[in-house]
């Protein structure tokens, strides 16, 4: 239940009342880009208390994905704030990314005057429209009186299931305006959805009849604070789980019933498939498992956090829907209620666990690889004993990240940031921002391909002015590595695919304050990493390596 509260505003601006609903709403933290449109929003920040830091960034993107982060890691909506114009067509990609990603947003955009509208003053365009797609909800409040209840509305959709971005445009002579009001504000989201009981049943039915299950848990199982549900549902069954997305962490890495390192196996033998909290989407073969290796074609089950997020292309077996907590304690108490003795899958379970031994082994070999020039594999081998069981890993790349979601397993839940299904190269910065803001005595390393950092480095000059101390560890192969194989597979040749040779990244950090270093030596690689720990600065390891180490890929994402 949500409790309503009311805050007393007299004769204030459009900004101070804009304010007083993200706190309301648990916004401790605002991103922008220095914009006149906005600026009521700037002062509210530091005069009205509690004053709220702003961290003011150098490209608008770099902005919107850093509160998009922070409201993936702390569950509650984040707050961009970009001025009118290209300031806010500027934050497009991040806002389609926190919509495929489903993570609960609140951009504010500047907006031309109402009392110049239509006559071409600077920057005029209708932002709205250009936001409908990608958004919960895209809107202008169109007087100071609207302000308040127009973004309450906002936060509140952008928080509930199935969470997402919302987009609130003001205009700028509204903003400056003052008006005496009331805000009324829940300052919260909506009661929880139950799951239906009767499909709970059904599913575990299925699952009881099941001899090789396999849970997959997702993103939202996060998001909708299920982690401790899902683990106890778990470690009670003995299924065995694959993660995907920030489901990463859920079950710690090393448990003996996380089987992701077979994912392969698991999906192609299995006779039924779990999937909670994430699209049946190219990640997951669209949610068609089972029917290689002489296995039948496996029943799939999908469980979301809200009914339009269940599947309408694959062919499922049963489905549910609502506040997840209750979906895996439902679905636990469904299966030890029917009868019949437990479901014994240790003998599948077993199968999967010398699946991931195997793995292992012939992961330890690409780990402390000694190759010249240097295996990206050989990074993770360097920096995995070196990673705190709290640490934030954030891949912002190609096939440089794809090695970090093979070895990288966390530890705990809401440590492992990417772009998500959207694909969103230049995230990363953004997201490590937030991480160092929302978890600030844990480590935070920031993994970039190379062509990723071209996209956002310029934004350690924003590191290094809030004191906001990162470790960026580049895969440094002089290419697109995604486009590069595939053209040479296509056509035998490849074009618009190379960057220059060695390119120093790590003098760019320097430059902007920060510290760095260039690696070429395998050898070398852990020490500068403990050298970036230690510095207490933004800090980046470039580490040079083999552009013909290419991800072993299963998909396309066609």
């Not at 199935?162 to 009661?191: C, K, L, Q, Y």
């Not at 990673?387 to 397993?409: M, N, P, R």
Request: proline fraction near 7%; charge should be negative; aromatic fraction near 6%.
């Amino acid at each position: 239940m949500t409790t309503e509260s009311q805050t007393e505003i007299i004769a204030s601006h459009g900004g101070i009342h804009a304010l007083d609903v993200a706190r309301a709403h648990g916004v401790e933290t605002m991103f922008t880009l220095s914009g006149a449109h906005v600026v009521p929003m700037y002062d509210a920040a530091v005069t009205t208390e509690p004053k709220m830091p702003i961290i003011d960034v150098r490209h608008e993107p770099t902005a919107v994905f850093a509160a998009e982060a922070i409201g993936k890691l702390t569950r509650t909506p984040g707050l961009a704030v970009l001025t009118a114009g290209p300031g806010v067509t500027n934050g497009v990609s991040p806002v389609a990314q926190a919509s495929f990603a489903g993570s609960p947003l609140v951009v504010i955009g500047g907006r031309a005057p109402n009392n110049r509208w239509g006559t071409g003053s600077l920057q005029e365009i209708d932002h709205p429209p250009i936001f409908e797609s990608i958004s919960k909800s895209a809107v202008t409040a169109r007087t100071v009186d609207e302000i308040a209840p127009t973004l309450d509305t906002a936060f509140s959709l952008a928080g509930s299931s199935h969470r997402g971005p919302t987009f609130v445009d003001v205009p700028m002579d509204e903003f400056f305006n003052s008006t005496t009001t009331t805000i009324s504000s829940a300052g919260g989201s909506p009661a929880p959805i139950e799951p239906d009981a009767g499909a709970l049943a059904t599913i575990a039915g299925l699952l009881r009849d099941s001899a090789r299950p396999v849970l997959v848990l997702g993103t939202d199982v996060w998001a909708d604070r299920a982690e401790q549900a899902a683990l106890h549902l778990v470690q009670e069954t003995g299924i065995p789980v694959i993660a995907n997305g920030m489901g990463r962490g859920i079950i710690p890495g090393g448990h003996p019933q996380l089987v992701t390192k077979a994912r392969s196996t698991a999906f192609n033998q299995a006779d039924l498939v779990i999937v909670v909290g994430t699209p049946l989407d190219f990640r997951l073969g669209y949610g068609v498992f089972g029917g290689k290796d002489g296995a039948t074609p496996a029943r799939t089950v999908h469980l979301a956090d809200s009914p339009g997020q269940v599947s309408a292309h694959a062919d499922l077996a049963a489905s549910a829907s609502g506040d997840l907590t209750s979906v895996f304690t439902g679905l636990l108490s469904s299966l030890q209620s029917q009868h019949g003795s437990r479901p014994d899958w240790s003998p599948w379970l077993s199968t999967l666990q010398t699946e991931v031994a195997a793995a292992t082994e012939r992961d330890s070999v690409l780990l402390s690889a000694e190759a010249d020039p240097i295996h990206p594999a050989r990074i993770y081998g360097e920096l995995l004993p070196r990673l705190a069981d709290d640490a934030v890993v954030i891949g912002d790349g190609g096939d440089f990240v794809s090695f970090a979601g093979k070895f990288v397993e966390p530890k705990r839940p809401g440590g492992w940031l990417d772009p998500g299904p959207y694909g969103c190269l230049g995230a990363g910065m953004g997201a490590a921002m937030a991480a160092r803001i929302a978890r600030p005595s844990s480590q935070v390393v920031l993994l970039y391909g190379d062509g990723a950092a071209g996209m956002s480095l310029m934004d350690v000059d924003t590191l290094v002015r809030h004191n906001l101390p990162i470790v960026m560890i580049v895969g440094n192969n002089s290419a697109w590595g995604l486009e590069k194989g595939p053209m040479q597979w296509l056509y035998g040749y490849d074009v618009a695919a190379d960057l220059a040779p060695q390119t120093r990244y790590d003098q760019v950090v320097t430059a902007l304050g920060g510290g760095g270093e260039m690696v070429t030596d395998p050898k070398q690689i852990g020490p500068a990493i403990d050298r970036a720990f230690a510095s207490g600065v933004p800090y980046l390891v470039n580490v040079m390596t083999d552009v013909d180490a290419a991800y072993p890929r299963a998909t396309t994402g066609i």
